[in-house]
T-cell receptor
């Protein structure tokens, strides 16, 4: 069964710093990988989706990369802002009609 | 914009009560999902539905059932609520996931069973 791991569980950085969040998965036979943002007490919002044939996707200050062979993805956030504070989750899509989620990294950007 | 609406944001129910959580989506998506989210365990799939009246068990279906009588509405039912079902419940919808379509989540329903 697919297992998705996100380390660290929590991260604090000063405003303006560039940062990288990590996601690893055990089964490289994936259709795609998504990164989500979750604010406290709220649902998830999709940030980026990378198809299995792609290496990276960019949206504004966010860049997500995918290395299927090593079972890793990173989410790069440039010039972090306090408004980026949230929990970031990654999820992989495998054969079944389901997504497997990591437990997330809680990011705090300190003004 | 896609909207997934969970009608109840916060509920407190007693052990043994029957609980209904309702979810409605407005984008004609064929797939709908119910997840629960617990600290340290992440999101776990309870049930999903790929069409009206169709349903499939997810990873943790025990103690739950679902109903999808109309395409836009997917209900989660706790037949006899127990304290270990205290959790955040998230509904989601999507077009076919294998085609690279993203999944859209509702705001979540916080259920406390006392």
């Amino acid at each position: 069964k697919q297992e998705v791991t996100q380390i660290p569980a929590a991260l604090s950085v000063p405003e303006g710093e560039n940062l990288v969040l990590n996601c690893s998965f055990t089964d490289s036979a994936i259709y795609n990988l998504q990164w989500f943002r979750q604010d406290p007490g709220k649902g998830l919002t999709s940030l980026l989706l990378i198809q299995s044939s792609q290496r990276e996707q960019t949206s504004g200050r966010l860049n997500a990369s995918l290395d299927k062979s090593s079972g890793r993805s990173t989410l790069y956030i440039a010039a972090s802002q306090p408004g980026d504070s949230a929990t970031y989750l990654c999820a992989v899509k495998t054969g079944a009609n389901n997504l497997f989620f990591g437990t997330g990294t809680r990011l705090t950007v300190i003004p | 914009d896609v909207k997934v609406t969970q009608s109840s944001r916060y509920l407190v129910k007693r052990t043994g009560e029957k609980v209904f959580l309702e979810c409605v989506q407005d984008m004609d998506h064929e797939n709908m999902f119910w997840y629960r989210q617990d600290p340290g365990l992440g999101l776990r799939l309870i049930y999903f539905s790929y069409d009206v009246k169709m349903k499939e068990k997810g990873d943790i279906p025990e103690g739950y059932s679902v109903s999808r009588e109309k395409k836009e509405r997917f209900s989660l039912i706790l037949e006899s609520a127990s304290t270990n079902q205290t959790s955040m419940y998230l509904c989601a919808s999507s077009l076919a996931l294998s085609s690279g379509n993203t999944i859209y989540f509702g705001e979540g329903s916080w259920l406390t069973v006392v």
